[in-house]
Antibody
Framework: QVQLVQSGAEMKRPGASANISCKAS????????IHWVRQAPGHGLEWMGW????????KGAQKFQGRLTIIRDPSASTVFMDLRFVTSEDTAVYYC???????????????WGQGTLVTVSS | QSVLTQPPSVSGTPGQRVTISCSGS????????VNWYQQFPGTAPKLLIF???QRASGVPDRFSGSKSDTSASLAINGLQSEDEADYYC????????????FGTGTTVTVL
């Protein structure tokens, strides 16, 4: 079955980078865009960005400009999210989510990873 | 910051009808389809409604969606205890070269 499995929880110091992986299985990796969405404790969902797994083109929300990098490794069917210079406000559960579409991003997320908790604390 | 506004909470008794509103603008809901997600505590969201009013696979028919101009709504007809969850609307926003925006989220409580 279609599945997205994320890497484990991380504890980071302020100023460090959070690095999360998202391994896809059960479908052809390059046929679906992958998004990243986060959720701070007690808060709602926040969209972060997407990557076209076929050509590697990615785009992040303006809020994360300069801090967010999303790349993929087709040979491993895995997407990586790197968020630099984290602060306590980046403490959240981070989800990867599969887009229904493979060519252009939409708001249609049909499969989600289990979530990865990133805690930023000194 | 969410640009789609939802009521923080709605509640109802079993069997009752409840609705959740999602208010946006011409750059998002007014020009793009709306999807709805259901989230239980400690779990990942799940697609509930796509393209404004289509139920995702396996979703009971007591859930329905609609859209008009720059607003959308999710209705639960015949509320059940297992519907207690958080609900989020989502739409693509055409500003800033495109981005996805979520609603502020609504907690449904079954009394």
């Amino acid at each position: 079955q279609v599945q997205l499995v994320q890497s484990g929880a991380e504890m980071k110091r302020p100023g460090a980078s959070a690095n999360i992986s998202c391994k896809a299985s059960g479908y052809i990796f390059s046929t679906h865009i992958i998004h990243w969405v986060r959720q701070a404790p007690g808060h709602g969902l926040e969209w972060m960005g997407w990557i076209n797994t076929a050509n590697g083109k990615s785009k992040g929300a303006q809020k994360f400009q300069g801090r967010l990098t999303i790349i993929r490794d087709p040979s491993a069917s895995t997407v990586f999210m790197d968020l630099r210079f984290v602060t306590s406000e980046d403490t959240a559960v981070y989800y990867c989510a599969r887009d229904r579409d493979g060519s252009w991003p939409t708001n249609w997320f049909d499969t989600w990873g289990q979530g990865t908790l990133v805690t930023v604390s000194s | 910051q969410s640009v789609l506004t939802q009521p923080p909470s709605v509640s109802g008794t079993p069997g009752q009808r409840v609705t959740i509103s999602c208010s946006g603008s011409s750059s998002n809901i007014g020009n793009n389809p709306v999807n709805w997600y259901q989230q239980f505590p400690g779990t990942a969201p799940k697609l509930l409604i796509f393209t404004n009013d289509q139920r995702a696979s396996g979703v009971p028919d007591r859930f329905s969606g609609s859209k008009s101009d720059t607003s959308a709504s999710l209705a639960i007809n015949g509320l059940q205890s297992e519907d207690e969850a958080d609900y989020y609307c989502a739409a693509w926003d055409d500003r800033l070269s495109g981005s996805c925006v979520f609603g502020t989220g609504t907690t449904v409580t079954v009394l």
